[in-house]
């Protein structure tokens, strides 16, 4: 019974690697053991139907379905080796392909970049060499077409298209700021004001963060191209100002003058008697000096009525 089981298996498989149009090409998953028949068979059944979702322009159902055919393409992938993992390596670039292509059309360009960037990384993995060249082996004629228009939309929109970065937890008045390298290289970084959310273009980047009453706050932020990230930054509060103690003005005010000391009134008793005797002294002098001499004076005592 279980031969009976494997022969319809088997041969499902090979009808459905042959009746892909435009989808995975003949041989494009490799052969599949039994251990994984049924990931390869719905992976191959989802791939169809989103290529005619695909092919309606029925965008969302085309890309939701192409995006759980690429998860059963990874979640066997590493089990492989040698070509087997080579062929699904061509699936995985294939829906990668359809999903930028989708993106795009539904305005979602980072989403589409994201999508063709990984395109490009799994291709690059693919041999090159002219022995063996992946373009030359028994794939889907469309597949090198597909991946050189995914690479020219990549080169035309996602240089320029930015990642986005919201910051949360930021005060009212927080104002951001974006280094930005000079031109010149002996010349400093400038600073350039950005809104929210934050346009960055590499996938690091050095901001600035001030506010009023806040300490200024530098960091250096990574985020994956074409991509939208969040975060929580937290701005420490300025220390409040110490203080000032008062300074009392001291005026120095001149003393009162000193009051006369007292004289004793013996004092100017003494003074009224020294001067009185002064005076007398030199009222006596004065008469000395001003009287008239008379002559032939005879001195000794006589009759003072003599002389009159």
């Known amino acids: ?6 022969f319809p298996l ?3 498989l090979r009808h459905w690697s042959r009746c892909l149009l435009a ?14 028949a049924d990931d390869v068979i719905q992976a191959r059944l989802r791939y169809r139907k989103a290529l005619k979702l695909y092919q309606r322009k029925q965008w969302k159902r085309s890309q939701a379905t192409f995006k759980s055919t690429l998860a059963l393409l990874e979640k066997r992938h590493p089990k492989l080796k040698g070509r087997r993992k080579q062929f699904n390596t061509l699936g995985m ?8 292509m989708i993106a795009l059309t539904l305005q979602q360009p980072r989403q589409a970049c994201r999508n063709f960037q990984r395109l490009r990384q799994r291709v690059q993995t693919l041999p090159t060499t002219p022995q063996n060249n992946w373009q030359n082996w028994r794939i889907n004629p469309q597949l090198p077409g597909r991946f050189q228009e995914a690479n020219s939309k990549f080169a035309r929109v996602c240089p320029t298209q930015p990642s986005l970065l919201t910051i949360q937890g930021l005060p009212a008045q927080a104002q951001i700021e974006l280094q930005q390298p000079s031109s010149q290289g002996d010349q400093p970084a400038r600073w350039t004001i950005v809104s929210q959310p934050v346009p960055l273009t590499q996938t690091s980047a050095t901001l600035r963060i001030q506010a009023p ?7 250096k932020v990574t985020v994956p191209r ?10 420490k509060s300025k220390p409040k100002p110490r203080p000032r103690p008062r300074t009392r003005i001291i005026i120095r005010r001149p003393p009162p003058p000193k009051p006369p000391k007292k004289i004793s009134p013996w004092v100017w008793v003494g003074v009224g008697v020294g001067s009185a005797a002064i005076i007398a002294g030199t009222a006596t002098a004065v008469y000395f000096l001003t009287r008239p001499s008379r002559p032939n004076e005879v001195t000794g005592q006589l009759n003072p009525n003599v002389w009159e």
């Not at 019974?1 to 494997?6: A, D, I, Q, R």
């Not at 670039?93 to 930028?100: F, M, S, W």
Request: proline share 4%; glycine share 14%.
């Open 10 to 12: 088997g041969t499902l």
């Open 213 to 219: 009453g806040y300490q200024a706050q530098q960091m």
């Open 93 to 100: 670039a294939d829906v990668d392909y359809h999903l930028g």
């Open 23 to 36: 989808g995975l090409c003949l041989g494009l998953l490799g052969p599949t053991p039994t251990a994984h």
């Open 226 to 235: 074409w991509s939208r990230k969040t975060i929580k930054v937290t701005l």
């Open 1 to 6: 019974m279980s031969g009976h089981t494997l």
